[in-house]
């Protein structure tokens, strides 16, 4: 039987800009800069335990118990600084998840309160879009050295007229698992569609940081396309009331 459970590991104090672009004019303010200690906000960092079909995986990592023991040396400073994690080392996924089987880590993208965590899985098999790896790699300053020392392996996207940026992929080949690419928060953000009778969730990642977000319209402060962006929050919006929609469900959303 299908079944999501929602992990939340602490929480990462940022600008007030992340979840919402239009709280600053300056549109890189979501890097902290020049803002003081005392308005940063703090926001929930989930990520999504699944089991559907003969599959146990996770979407997304969340927080590595390695920022209870030293965050600098784990993120380095500049992502220590624009997105500073508060964890108890037994919010980990890895610790709340102890026992139970995760066949592999599929990620909605590689930003450090998504992939930090990935670092407490041995030898477990992790995918991603090719056309994010690519892109973290050209953006050191985005994505630091949290990459270090990771190996992953490449969702095999296909033309798809039906999917909303023209490239979807049946992850293990069953129907239980679509992927969907959406250039819009980064190059390789990935929305998974969750199947089982017809009836699905949607885990977006960071295609909107609340349901506020699709919504109303809400562009987060990081962005690699704000036209894609605010396409995919409209689809969004429409799939969240389609009847076979058992819902949608993102990172950093206040419950």
Same mark, same amino acid.
């Given at each position: ?52 079909? =003969? ?64 670092? =407490? ?105 704000? =036209? ?28």
């Amino acid at each position: 039987m299908m079944k999501i459970e929602t992990i939340q590991t602490g929480w990462t104090l940022v600008s007030s800009s992340v979840p919402d672009r239009s709280k600053h004019r300056w549109k890189k303010a979501y890097s902290r800069l020049f803002q003081s200690k005392n308005s940063r906000i703090k926001v929930p960092v989930k990520c999504f335990y699944v089991t559907v079909a =003969d599959h146990a995986f996770l979407i997304d990592a969340g927080w590595s118990e390695q920022v209870v023991d030293n965050a600098k040396r784990h993120l380095g400073f500049g992502l220590n600084f624009a997105s500073e994690p508060v964890m108890l080392k037994t919010e980990s996924a890895n610790h709340q998840l102890k026992g139970k089987p995760v066949d592999c880590i599929l990620m909605t993208h590689l930003d450090c309160d998504h992939v930090s965590g990935v670092h =407490d899985f041995t030898e477990k098999k992790i995918i991603c879009a090719r056309e994010e790896y690519e892109y973290a790699h050209k953006n050191g300053i985005r994505y630091g050295k949290i990459l270090k020392g990771l190996t992953f392996e490449y969702i095999d996207f296909r033309a798809d007229t039906q999917a909303i940026f023209g490239k979807s992929s049946d992850v293990f080949g069953d129907g239980s698992v679509i992927a969907y690419l959406t250039p819009t928060h980064s190059a390789g953000s990935v929305i998974y569609k969750i199947m089982e009778n017809g009836k699905y969730y949607l885990v977006v990642g960071d295609n909107g940081y609340m349901k506020a977000s699709w919504e109303k319209g809400i562009l987060p402060g990081p962005l690699y396309n704000a =036209d894609n962006m605010m396409k995919c929050l409209k689809w969004i919006k429409g799939k969240s009331k389609d009847k076979n929609c058992l819902g949608v469900l993102c990172a950093h959303e206040h419950m």
